[in-house]
């Protein structure tokens, strides 16, 4: 995505080009617009020198466990970048990586929403490569049915009453992957894809972020989980 005039373009484009050089690819995406005037801790065009930055958000808690980074790539002019961003391991912000389609570091910019596990209407989580799920908002079921293949499920909603916004995360082989979505009854279907420097892309497990944006329940007041300690049942504790 790039600013043109007051408005923005994306660009989306062939993952497997015979040529090794760029070509544009009609596609159906999904956007979605975070105003900070509602709240929400967003940013476009945020530099990554060299292909890679730390990223540090006022008021985001441990970010290990605090909610979810969505990012995507963002530049001047039509590109084919990926995004993959991870928890610092002290939970104090995030790394964020931007590379190529041919999983190159690229020295572009990035666009950035982070949505903590307490916004209202959020149903998002935190998924390793083989389905298990670190960490959730909302009711939800994720299984891994393939590599690479992720089937939610969210009752009540669909394609047709929402939207996915997906982001790889840089755990174990994930940080040069890209993700995509697609209906399967009302279930979505979550794929995730490796880039090969030599254009040989194809399925591979993926570590992710995801949230859902319902179409007529949007996410507002995004806040910090609170947890009432006296709400908890001793059943519910484990002590590791």
């Known amino acids: 995505m790039y600013a043109n005039g007051g408005a923005y373009s994306l ?13 544009t690819h ?3 995406v999904a956007v979605a617009y975070f105003p900070n005037a509602m709240g929400f801790a967003a940013e476009a065009g945020v530099a990554a020198p060299g292909g890679a930055t730390t990223l540090a958000v006022s008021g985001s808690g441990d970010t290990r466990r605090s909610g979810v980074l969505l990012a995507t790539a963002y530049g001047t002019a039509p590109d084919d970048n990926a995004v993959a961003v991870q928890p610092l391991t002290d939970g104090t912000g995030w790394t964020v990586e931007v590379r190529d389609s041919g999983s190159g570091a690229e020295a572009d910019g990035f666009n950035y929403v982070f949505l903590p596990y307490g916004t ?3 149903t998002a989580g935190q998924v390793n490569w083989y389905g298990y799920v670190q960490n959730k908002a909302g009711d939800f079921a994720l299984t891994r049915e393939g590599t690479g ?3 939610l499920s969210i009752p009540g909603e669909s394609t047709e009453t929402g939207m996915l916004l997906l982001t790889a995360t840089k755990s174990n082989y994930s940080s040069d992957n890209v993700l995509c979505y697609k209906a399967d009854g009302n279930d979505f279907l979550i794929q ?4 090969q420097g030599d254009n040989t892309h194809g399925a591979q497990d993926t570590d992710f972020n995801f949230a859902f944006v319902g ?3 949007p996410l507002q007041n995004p806040q910090l989980r609170t947890t009432d300690p006296s709400a908890l049942a001793a059943g519910n504790i484990r002590v590791v």
């Open 11 to 23: 660009t989306t484009a062939t993952l497997n080009p015979v040529s090794g050089e760029q070509q």
């Open 26 to 28: 009609n596609i159906d």
């Open 120 to 122: 209202e209407n959020l």
């Open 149 to 151: 293949l992720y089937r």
């Open 192 to 195: 995730g894809i490796d880039l």
């Open 215 to 217: 179409f007529d329940t």
